[in-house]
């Protein structure tokens, strides 16, 4: 007989796993966020297949440290968050990849005096749009992507990132900065 674990809250799930390392209950866990995480892997590296193969090691992961979900956030900021810095840390071991991934990045300039508002952001064209946001460096485009298009309230920013409110608020400023000075030299 098969049991129906509609009703089941995620935080309620991962609590059982975690006691139980009950496998079923972690295929319905799996079930409802893969490609959730699939697309946060495919953000970070921009080709299906190691996006595929980084899914599967982002769950593997999942499932050994979900006894430390303590359910202080909602579930799906937590995998969110683990998703996030495997990824980062997954770029970071692989210098090589993560230095190919940049060589058509324009040098960063540190001018914060640009002040482009969240309005004049989502004004942008689309494709040159898109164009700008594989020129940044993935940090910043997967901040830009939780904030605008994941809509992340910047509390839960803080959670993911494990930063300041501050900290947090610079991040987006820098990174809207960047994608926006990008933006602006990209000839469609």
Request: hydrophobic share 35%; proline share 1%.
């Amino acid at each position: 007989m098969v049991k129906n674990y509609d009703g089941i809250l995620d935080e309620e799930l991962a609590s059982k796993i975690g006691r139980t390392n009950d496998t079923v209950l972690f295929g319905v866990l799996y079930d409802r966020y893969e490609h959730l995480v699939y697309n946060k892997c495919y953000g970070f590296v921009r080709s299906v297949d190691e996006a595929k193969d980084l899914t599967q090691d982002v769950f593997l992961h999942v499932f050994v440290k979900i006894g430390t979900f303590k359910g202080n956030s909602k579930f799906s900021t937590w995998l969110y968050s683990v998703t996030y810095n495997f990824c980062v840390n997954y770029l970071s071991r692989d210098k090589e990849r993560q230095m190919a991934s940049h060589s058509n990045q324009i040098e960063e300039q540190y001018d914060l005096a640009i002040e482009v508002s969240d309005y004049s952001l989502s004004q942008m064209q689309v494709d040159k749009l898109e164009k700008a946001l594989t020129l940044i460096a993935p940090e910043d485009r997967m901040i830009l992507q939780m904030k605008y298009q994941d809509e992340a309230s910047i509390k839960e920013l803080q959670e993911v990132l494990e930063l300041s409110e501050s900290a947090v608020k610079m991040r987006l400023s820098r990174a809207k900065t960047k994608i926006a000075e990008l933006y602006n030299k990209i000839d469609v």
